[in-house]
């Protein structure tokens, strides 16, 4: 097991390894830059080491700084953490050259399902659904409005290096696509430096399950069942659940088998998440995957009791996965509800500020609060406004949800505006309490009411 890491991300997700890595004895090494100077990163790291100015292309993405911060402290390895270089193959190959292990997939596995058309070539070679559409890279409108006449309408214009919402369009009829084809293409240009587009059929009404993976140096793979997706604002997830409420033990099998798969097609070790559209018939199809640690990991750690972080950490080491697929049995039911800095009210405007009071409603059985906020922690405006993840467990989704009311019932946050209402009355809606809803529940229905409500 190594002996000193360096965790290459701030917030919540970097106290979550730090956490990780003290239970295993492991020293852990935090960077931060000029606005994060008192976070609480930095306090509870062993070391702490400032890599530049507040913006993140100066810090959190300085690849040069973070990795002579690495050589400075003699730490060897790196936990990218989720977003910012977890998913960045430049970065885990320079890993690499400095002989320095990076907590995640190999470069040239993060490349192959980065790209999102090599994703899908993929997958078709090893037998996993794919959602139909164009083959290869979209270079003109022309051809983007071929594809989309044979497949049919609605369709789904993408990026091929997208991640995070951007550099997708949906295309309801002919007439709206050149001007959605241009508009993703420069935002995907402007966002990932490539600005090949791809297009698919919208499976609608649909819903986004997600199949977590490890995968282990000698080709050792297992599935840690499914996460419910599906509540997502502007392609954003807004709240999760596991296990899915639509997937029969039999599905649980197929889609798991599916993920499977796929993670072996590209010799993939560490954690990742394999994503899929699910149509009415309950057919699934391949979206994407991941090639880090989910924010919404905690929901499956809560049912199937393995920590994924710590696993992360034993797999770079060297370790073989000790667990079988037999051993992973899904024991009751979790929700996740991301809380964001932010106003809904006001087309969820980013609210940074001073918490001039604290209470994070950690007690209890089956109940858990990701954060790295403190009273009196100021929340910078240059970074994700997701300040917290508030992580329930119940025998049954029924005690979940009551669990997950009370715990946002007793959340305080003063001097900050949050989401936490909005959470409140999302979870209290009635096809959000039976299950019933899909990707475009929130946006569609739900949203809209709940703003001539408020």
């Given at each position: 097991m190594?002996?000193?890491?360096?965790?290459?991300?701030?917030?919540?997700?970097?106290?979550?390894?730090?956490r990780?890595?003290?239970?295993?004895?492991i020293?852990?090494?935090?960077?931060?830059?000029?606005?994060?100077?008192?976070?609480?990163?930095?306090?509870?790291?062993?070391?702490?080491?400032?890599?530049g100015p507040?913006?993140?292309?100066?810090?959190?993405?300085?690849?040069?700084?973070?990795?002579?911060?690495a050589?400075?402290?003699?730490?060897?390895?790196?936990?990218?953490?989720?977003?910012?270089?977890?998913?960045?193959?430049r970065?885990a190959?320079?890993?690499?050259?400095?002989?320095?292990?990076?907590?995640?997939?190999?470069?040239?596995?993060?490349?192959?399902?980065?790209?999102k058309?090599?994703?899908?070539k993929l997958?078709?070679e090893?037998?996993?659904?794919?959602?139909?559409?164009?083959?290869?890279?979209?270079?003109t409108?022309?051809?983007?409005?071929?594809i989309a006449?044979?497949?049919?309408?609605?369709?789904?214009?993408?990026?091929?290096a997208?991640?995070?919402?951007?550099?997708?369009?949906?295309?309801?009829?002919?007439?709206?696509?050149?001007?959605?084809?241009?508009?993703?293409?420069?935002?995907?240009?402007?966002?990932?430096?490539?600005?090949d587009?791809?297009?698919?059929?919208?499976i609608?009404?649909?819903?986004?399950?997600?199949?977590?993976?490890?995968g282990d140096?000698?080709?050792?793979v297992?599935h840690?069942?499914?996460?419910?997706?599906?509540?997502?604002?502007?392609?954003?997830?807004v709240?999760?659940?596991?296990?899915s409420?639509?997937?029969?033990p039999?599905?649980?099998?197929?889609i798991?088998?599916?993920?499977?798969?796929?993670?072996?097609?590209?010799?993939?070790?560490?954690?990742?998440?394999?994503?899929?559209?699910?149509?009415?018939?309950?057919?699934?199809?391949?979206?994407?995957?991941?090639?880090?640690?989910?924010v919404?990991?905690?929901?499956?750690?809560?049912v199937?009791?393995?920590?994924?972080?710590?696993?992360?950490?034993?797999?770079?080491?060297?370790?073989p996965?000790?667990?079988?697929?037999?051993?992973?049995k899904?024991q009751?039911?979790?929700i996740?509800?991301?809380?964001?800095a932010?106003?809904?009210?006001?087309?969820?405007?980013?609210?940074?500020?001073?918490?001039?009071?604290?209470?994070?409603?950690?007690?209890?059985?089956?109940l858990?609060?990701?954060?790295?906020?403190y009273?009196?922690?100021?929340?910078?405006?240059y970074?994700?406004?997701?300040?917290?993840?508030?992580i329930?467990?119940?025998?049954t989704?029924?005690e979940?949800?009551?669990?997950?009311?009370r715990?946002?019932?007793?959340?305080?946050?003063?001097?900050?505006?949050?989401?936490?209402?909005?959470?409140?009355?999302?979870?209290?809606?009635?096809?959000?309490?039976?299950?019933?809803?899909?990707?475009?529940?929130?946006?569609?229905?739900?949203?809209?009411?709940?703003?001539?409500?408020?």
């Open positions: 190594f002996s000193k890491i360096l965790i290459a991300n701030r917030g919540e997700i970097a106290v979550r390894i730090i990780a890595c003290r239970e295993l004895g020293q852990t090494v935090a960077v931060y830059s000029e606005a994060d100077k008192e976070a609480l990163h930095t306090e509870l790291a062993d070391e702490a080491i400032c890599i507040a913006r993140a292309s100066d810090s959190y993405l300085n690849v040069q700084q973070i990795l002579s911060a050589v400075v402290t003699k730490a060897e390895a790196i936990h990218p953490g989720f977003g910012f270089l977890s998913e960045n193959s970065f190959s320079m890993c690499e050259e400095c002989n320095i292990t990076f907590i995640g997939p190999k470069s040239e596995t993060i490349d192959a399902m980065g790209n058309i090599n994703a899908r997958m078709i090893a037998g996993v659904p794919v959602i139909p559409g164009s083959d290869g890279a979209l270079s409108v022309d051809e983007a409005l071929a006449d044979e497949i049919g309408y609605p369709v789904m214009l993408k990026a091929a997208g991640g995070g919402g951007k550099g997708i369009r949906k295309v309801l009829t002919k007439e709206e696509l050149p001007q959605h084809f241009s508009s993703a293409q420069q935002e995907a240009k402007a966002a990932f430096g490539n600005d587009m791809y297009i698919e059929k919208i609608y009404p649909a819903r986004h399950i997600e199949v977590q993976i490890l140096h000698f080709g050792h297992i840690l069942g499914e996460r419910d997706c599906s509540l997502q604002r502007n392609n954003q997830k709240l999760e659940e596991s296990p409420v639509v997937i029969t039999e599905k649980r099998q197929a798991g088998d599916a993920g499977v798969r796929a993670a072996k097609a590209v010799a993939y070790r560490n954690a990742g998440t394999i994503e899929f559209l699910m149509d009415e018939a309950g057919e699934f199809y391949f979206m994407e995957m991941n090639t880090r640690i989910q919404e990991h905690p929901i499956t750690e809560m199937t009791g393995v920590d994924l972080v710590k696993k992360q950490l034993e797999i770079a080491s060297g370790y996965l000790s667990l079988k697929q037999e051993d992973i899904l009751g039911h979790a996740e509800c991301r809380i964001n932010e106003n809904p009210a006001y087309n969820f405007a980013p609210s940074p500020g001073k918490i001039r009071n604290l209470f994070l409603p950690s007690g209890g059985m089956g858990r609060v990701d954060s790295a906020m009273s009196g922690y100021t929340i910078p405006p970074y994700d406004s997701m300040i917290a993840k508030v329930v467990h119940g025998d989704r029924e979940a949800l009551n669990k997950m009311h715990a946002l019932w007793e959340f305080v946050t003063d001097g900050v505006i949050t989401n936490v209402d909005f959470q409140m009355d999302l979870i209290h809606h009635p096809n959000v309490m039976a299950g019933d809803y899909t990707t475009a529940f929130l946006q569609e229905e739900f949203l809209p009411n709940w703003k001539a409500e408020n």
